[in-house]
């Protein structure tokens, strides 16, 4: 019967419910705080509501999502995901809603960074609190379960009134398929739920228990690997186990995608070029492999992430990209490639202090050279990355960040967007509960973002020109996206400016008095 058949309802909010009309990176600009237009408007423009079907059942849902909901199918639990728009009927009768996030109150990048300098909430923390309200409210109703869980499950420690307010019941941190089954097991039993659980290593799962999805992925991302090697002290990743999918789970997810009409796929992995690699040494056979793995079941595929060090490996070893770009060229309908990478800093002394394996096979001291390199061939290639770089990381000094803006400005000739990011070290400070970050700005730190602004106002109109949305069919969407660059370019420039009397001084991020839940 419609509506009554689930115990367990899996969900998020409307901000990652949603495919960003088919470009991820669209869904960034819910990372920002509303500008232009009215929030409720600017939610519409970059996360439109998904087609469900007659359960609001998504047809496409988040990838982390899928795997919870495949793991509990698996263990012949009665689960599903749920639309936002669709729970109200089916929440009479859940034992537990469960919900994922990236980024629950935007404490992540890049939305703490918008948070920093606009001082305005962005807009997916606005909305998912809305939500979880809402879910809250509702569970006081029905008294179902909630568990949250997610890359984001951190954040919940750094809202515990808001934790409380809502009543969540277990906050699960790290790889959910092995400890979403023992959770759903105490449901069901009626017994006594964890209020916090760290996935440490016993619960990690191994390649034989990772489910393979049983509905589509956002934009058709399958996962090819999960952890990294190269061990940067600021990234969680690299804490998890490094493992390989194997091309049978790879292309049964394919499937799956394909048979929900999804043609677009993203090749998901912390470093695609790692895929069954030596060490940080791509390997030809297995990435051609995987390759025309995926240009089989797809009409166009994007790469999540590779690192910059990895592409000119592959490249100096017998044109590992040139011969991959052929196979997706040539198969695919496509004629670019899109790909997040992370620049991270042009200071060969930070390299060293924090990411010394971000060069690697080459040494820290080659890592701007390196980069510069990554970017011409990515540009030959017609690869277009979106590319990070983080400020303020601990012990940072302004030669060091003139050390980026040098290398920021050699990438001018390379066609990529680059964004900033801060790194943000969070807390409650003594005497001020409500103040949870703050970063000290600099003149270096404006200057670095003002070449990024101006970099990427830049490549942008290139880039919608050229591949988005190229053609005269395109011509008035490409106009008017073209002023809204400019637009946004201005916006950024001034924002930059009236910062100018911060510098030597701080930003901070505050948090909000938390309205009541009515009983
Ligand atoms: S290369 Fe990227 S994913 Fe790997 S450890 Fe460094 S920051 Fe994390």
């Known amino acids: 019967m419609v509506g009554s058949g689930y115990d367990f309802v899996i969900t998020t909010d409307r901000t990652m419910m949603s495919n960003h009309h088919g470009k991820e990176f669209i869904g960034f600009l819910a990372t920002g705080p509303a500008y232009f237009f009215p929030e409720r408007v600017w939610l519409r423009l970059c996360c439109p509501k998904p087609k469900v079907d007659k359960e609001g059942k998504p047809i496409e849902a988040p990838y982390g999502l899928r795997k919870v909901e495949a793991a509990l199918i698996d263990a012949g639990y009665k689960a599903a995901i749920i639309d936002p728009d669709h729970l109200e009927k089916h929440l009479r009768h859940a034992k537990a809603v469960m ?27 606005v909305s998912l609190m809305r939500f979880m309200r809402w879910l809250g409210e509702r569970k006081r109703r029905y008294g179902f379960k909630i568990i949250v869980g997610g890359p984001a499950a951190w954040q919940w420690l750094w809202e515990p009134e808001f934790w409380h307010s809502v009543g969540v019941d277990t906050v699960v941190d790290g ?16 017994e006594p739920l ?42 969680s990743v690299t804490l998890r186990p490094l493992r ?24 998901h992995s912390e470093d695609v070029l790692l895929y069954r690699a030596k060490g940080v040494i791509p390997q030809e ?20 992430h590779a690192s910059l060090a990895a592409i000119v490996t592959a490249q100096r070893n017998g044109k590992i990209i040139t011969k991959l770009t052929d196979i997706i060229y040539s198969e695919n309908e496509q004629d670019y490639l899109g790909v997040e990478v992370g620049i991270e800093t042009g200071s060969i002394r930070l390299v060293r202090l924090y990411m010394a394996g971000k060069a690697a096979p080459y040494p820290p001291e080659k890592y701007p050279e390196i980069v510069e390199e990554a970017f011409a061939i990515m540009h030959e290639h017609r690869i ?83 591949f988005y949305l190229k053609g005269p069919k395109h011509a008035l969407t490409r106009f008017l996206l073209s002023r809204f660059v400019n637009l946004v370019e201005s916006k950024a420039m001034k924002i930059l400016s009236s910062l100018e009397h911060f510098e030597g001084k701080e930003l901070t991020i505050e948090r909000k008095e938390l309205p009541q839940i009515p009983a």
Request: glycine share 6%.
């Open 244 to 267: 390989f999918m194997p091309y049978e789970k790879i292309e049964a997810e394919l499937k799956v995608n394909r048979e929900a009409g999804i043609l677009d796929a993203i090749i």
């Open 285 to 304: 056979e297995p990435l051609i492999k995987l390759h025309k793995l995926f240009t089989k079941y797809t009409r166009s595929l994007a790469w999540a």
């Open 175 to 190: 790889e959910a398929e092995i400890v979403i089954k023992k959770i759903a097991e105490k449901i069901v039993n009626g």
């Open 99 to 125: 919900v994922g996030h990236h980024d629950y109150f935007a404490y992540g990048p890049p939305s703490s960074e918008w948070w920093l300098l606009t001082g305005k909430e962005p807009v997916n923390r």
């Open 384 to 466: 277009v990355p979106a590319a990070t770089f983080i400020l303020n990381l601990p012990g940072e000094r302004p030669e060091d960040v003139m050390a980026t803006v040098e290398l920021l400005e050699k990438l001018r000739p390379y066609r990529s967007l680059i964004v900033p990011m801060f790194f943000v070290p969070m807390g409650s400070l003594k005497g001020d509960k409500r103040i949870i970050a703050r970063v000290k700005v600099t003149p270096e730190h404006l200057e670095a973002f003002r070449v990024a602004v101006r970099h990427s106002a830049y490549w942008a109109k290139d880039i919608m020109a050229r």
């Open 194 to 235: 964890p209020k916090y659980v760290y996935v440490g290593a016993s619960d990690v799962p191994s390649i034989e228990e990772i489910p393979v999805i049983k509905g589509a992925s956002v934009n058709g991302l399958v996962e090819v690997m999960r952890g990294c090697p190269r061990g940067c002290k600021f990234c």
